[in-house]
Nanobody, 124 residues
Framework: QVQLVESGGGLVQAGGSLRLSCAAS????????MGWFRQAPGKEREFVAA????????YYADSVKGRFTISRDYAKNALYLQMNSLKPDDTGVYYC?????????????????WGQGTQVTVSS
């Protein structure tokens, strides 16, 4: 059974930092694109960042570019999201996702594996 489990969320003041982690089990995703999405209250889930299986290419939503960094640890089968200079607009539930196959993409429907999410709250 494939599982993606996020951790690292919490409450932080604007300008602060958080590092999200996603632990994968049940299969290895070393050859798969992985990504982070988020959902703010009352809004649809949106793309945040993605990274290719080889880790040499990354892609960010314009709203987080320059502030967030996505990375992965192949040995640990894990995915990370370093979030700096957080803003209240970054508040939401953050989800880890993995593609079964295919290139890097921001399209939610292309990801077949999802975690349960971790709450990030940024206070002003």
């Amino acid at each position: 059974q494939v599982q993606l489990v996020e951790s690292g969320g919490g409450l932080v003041q604007a300008g602060g930092s958080l590092r999200l982690s996603c632990a994968a089990s049940g299969r290895t995703f070393s050859r798969n694109t992985m990504g982070w999405f988020r959902q703010a209250p009352g809004k649809e889930r949106e793309f945040v960042a993605a990274i290719t299986w080889i880790g040499s290419s990354t892609y960010y939503a314009d709203s987080v570019k320059g502030r967030f960094t996505i990375s992965r640890d192949y040995a640990k089968n894990a995915l990370y999201l370093q979030m700096n200079s957080l803003k209240p607009d970054d508040t939401g539930v953050y989800y880890c996702a993995a593609r079964g196959s295919g290139p890097m993409t921001a399209k939610e429907s292309n990801y077949g594996y999802w975690g349960q999410g971790t709450q990030v709250t940024v206070s002003s």
